[in-house]
């Protein structure tokens, strides 16, 4: 799905959350959306509901990572949050606090049906990719570009 999302959000402003489902035949290893630099990382037990439904989002098992990201000299904060689904019961998350990383670098898995969340600040949407039940590839589908990035999603 893709939602705009406000200030009560966990990116904390306006922006956007496009979220992705991985049934239990997906591959459920999880990448960065960009490069950016760990700030914290919130682990926060819950229910295991179908993460296709719409509460599995605020109710279920999840691990929320907050990113720095640095572009065009401006520091913006982008959220990626690993919410565990019905079957799934376990979140591995492979980054601790402060670390450096690289966009489509590896940062955990959900292990199997689950649901990934990227929170991006409204200041670095320049046109989402993706559409809405669109199949896409961890650290192959471009799932949105900057505001002066042309077609190719490279920074």
Known sequence: DITPVGPESQLRQDGVRIGIFMNICDVH??????DAMVERIEHCRGVFLD???????????????????????????????QVAGLIARRIVTDLSEGQDI?????IGMIKF??????????????RVCVRHRQRVRAGLTVLLTT??????GRE
């Open 29 to 34: 290893v999880n990448r960065s959306p960009c």
């Open 102 to 106: 690289s966009r489509g670098q590896r």
């Open 51 to 81: 993460a296709r439904n719409p509460a599995a989002s605020e109710r279920n098992e999840s691990a929320t990572i907050h990113m720095m990201h640095v572009h065009n000299g401006l520091e913006h904060p982008v959220v990626v949050r």
């Open 147 to 152: 505001p002066d990035v042309g077609e190719t």
């Open 113 to 126: 049906g689950s649901r990934l969340e990227v929170l991006v600040p409204r200041g670095l949407v320049g």
